[in-house]
């Protein structure tokens, strides 16, 4: 079927009251970058509906793109009929046709937008549902469950007909709840934090931390693609690569070896929050989640939290490690999470970290470093690569690996 536009439903922008405008706006301006290689559509961001004209783009490739933008509860493609009862009694049975196999019942349920139209709501639904009957006489007219629903929507520039819903991302608009630092690894929790976050709203800018040479290009690469992986939700991701390699070593020199972890992990803390401070960001989201490792106890974040005021949200804290799993499959980062290219984290790594490490102890074992003189120097080596919706780092060393598992 050649659709002519697609009808796209808001979320939960419909309850957002005064902020209901900067929502459409947002929505709006994130569907048009999802599309912006496609000249030829064009979009219209109203008080109640989107419309996303086709003007001859093909449709399916739009719904792919659509699915993936936060904001939509459904869309609907639909047909442009011109404005007779016999235009759309025909396109509606052709639409019936289509879908004859899966359905027994149907009704016809019809918005008129246009009230100069001589036929009202009633009257179409009627009309329409009594011409159908005649059309297809095994279906019959169920209107609380039916199979199929025909919508017709009457608007002063024609008649548009649909018959499919096609549920959206739900969640937010990317943007309309302001920018978050994502420390992003190269594991399978973080970009699943990152991805519930953008749900939410929030415009997200990635902090990955890399020890060269004890991590590889490829580690840093991974983390890059993990990135271009979610920008098919949000749009160009700005991804900043902190260089660790330094603080590490230091740590690793200084630390008790129980309190490597704590401390390492209070120096990305700060990294993170000093970046946060510089691009605005108003949040800091990571991947950890309760008991899953050792440093993931409520104590450890107690004795890491104390570095910043920042707000640290935790999107998967309460997940199973196989509910987090489900969601890195269905958002398509599994596979490249569990390609063996390991972070800093991983190296160095003690064998036995303290799993319920004593803040006071952290706060002692950490005045032994030049704390401001590490941040300073892994801050001015920071770098920002900018991240597009399914941009590739990896190597074919990592095609090789990807097919063994
Ligand atoms: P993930 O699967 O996200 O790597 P994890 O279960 O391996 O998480 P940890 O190694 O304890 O857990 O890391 C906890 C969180 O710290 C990560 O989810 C991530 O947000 C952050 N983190 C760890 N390593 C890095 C890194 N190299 N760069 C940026 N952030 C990191
Ligand atoms: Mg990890």
Do not use: W
């Not at 493609?77 to 759309?88: H, I």
């Not at 019936?96 to 139209?117: I, P, Y």
């Not at 910043?308 to 969601?327: A, Q």
């Not at 984290?345 to 005045?367: D, G, W």
């Amino acid at each position: 079927m050649q659709y002519s536009e697609i009808m796209v439903r808001y979320g939960e922008l419909s309850t957002k009251g005064k902020n209901r405008k900067s929502f459409i706006d947002r929505l709006g301006s994130n569907v048009r970058k999802v599309l912006h290689d496609l000249p030829e559509v064009k979009i219209q961001a109203n008080r109640d509906r989107l419309h996303v004209s086709l003007n001859g783009a093909d449709s399916d490739q739009v719904v792919d793109r659509l699915k993936l933008v936060f904001g939509i509860q459904n869309f609907s493609p639909s047909v442009k009929v011109d404005r007779t009862f016999e235009a759309t009694a025909e396109m509606a049975a052709q639409m019936v046709k289509e879908q004859l196999g899966t359905t027994k019942t149907f009704k016809v349920n019809t918005r008129r937008s246009d009230h100069q139209f001589p036929i009202d709501t009633n009257e179409m639904n009627t009309r329409l549902g009594e011409y159908l009957l005649e059309a297809f006489p095994e279906l019959s007219v169920d209107v609380h469950q039916p199979d199929l629903v025909v919508r017709v929507e009457i608007r002063a520039n024609g008649i548009f007909l649909s018959s499919q819903t096609i549920q959206g991302a739900g969640g937010l608009p990317v943007g309309t709840s302001g920018k978050g630092m994502l420390m992003l690894s190269g594991g399978i929790d973080s970009p699943v934090a990152g991805y519930l976050g953008m749900k939410r709203g929030v415009s997200m800018e990635m902090v990955h931390f890399f020890s060269p040479p004890y991590t590889s290009e490829q580690a840093l690469a991974k983390a890059q693609e993990l990135t271009g992986k979610l920008a098919r939700y949000s749009g160009t991701i700005q991804f900043l690569q902190v260089p660790f390699t330094e603080i590490q070593e230091t740590v690793k020199e200084k630390v008790p070896e129980g309190y490597l972890m704590t401390v390492q992990r209070r120096m990305m803390l700060r990294l993170t929050a000093a970046l946060a401070l510089k691009r605005h960001g108003l949040a800091i989201f990571n991947g950890e989640s309760l008991g899953q490792v050792a440093s993931q106890t409520m104590e450890s974040m107690l004795a890491i939290n104390d570095v910043t005021t920042l707000p640290i949200l935790r999107p998967v804290v309460s997940l199973d490690k196989t509910e987090i799993i489900k969601i890195a499959e269905d958002i398509d980062t599994y596979q490249l999470s569990i390609l063996p290219f390991e972070d800093c984290c991983t190296i160095f790594a003690p064998p036995s970290p303290k799993t319920k490490p004593n803040l006071e102890r952290a706060r002692v074992y950490e005045s032994r470093l030049d704390v401001e003189g590490l941040m300073q120097r892994a801050l001015d080596g920071v770098k920002i690569v900018e991240v597009h919706a399914g941009e590739e780092f990896l190597n074919q060393e990592a095609d090789a690996f990807a097919e063994l598992l």
